[in-house]
């Protein structure tokens, strides 16, 4: 089984940063992808970045130019750099990651929750 942990969330004002980490218990290598989502108080969840295998990231038009998802293979690491935080970006961010084919497997973490106030 893969375990993802996340760790970073807070409370904090707006135009605050916040850096976000997820620690996965196998090689982040050998993923497909691994990614953040975000769940808003009376929202679905949505997707807010991802980082594809061969390095290629992508990210929600909301969260262009303010955040910026990387990783650390030394450390079986995945970060989500949050910039110029605002009230909007409220919620619970999940660590996620696919693994394996035929079919692949999806992975979440437990969530660490961001509060940004006024």
């Known amino acids: 089984q893969v375990h993802l942990v996340e760790s970073g969330g807070g409370l904090v004002q707006s135009g605050a940063s916040l850096r976000l980490s997820c620690v996965a218990s196998g090689s982040i290598d050998e993923f497909n992808f691994m990614g953040w989502y975000r769940q808003a108080p009376g929202k679905q969840r949505e997707l807010v970045a991802r980082l594809y295998s061969g390095g290629t990231t992508t990210y929600a038009d909301n969260e262009k130019g303010r955040f910026t998802i990387s990783r650390d293979l030394t450390k079986n690491t995945v970060s989500l750099q949050m910039n110029s935080l605002k009230p909007d970006d409220t919620g619970v961010y999940y660590c996620?990651?696919?693994?394996?084919?035929?079919?692949?497997?999806?992975?979440w973490g437990q969530g660490t929750q961001v509060t940004v106030s006024s």
């Open positions: 996620n990651a696919e693994w394996g084919y035929v079919p692949p497997l999806t992975y």
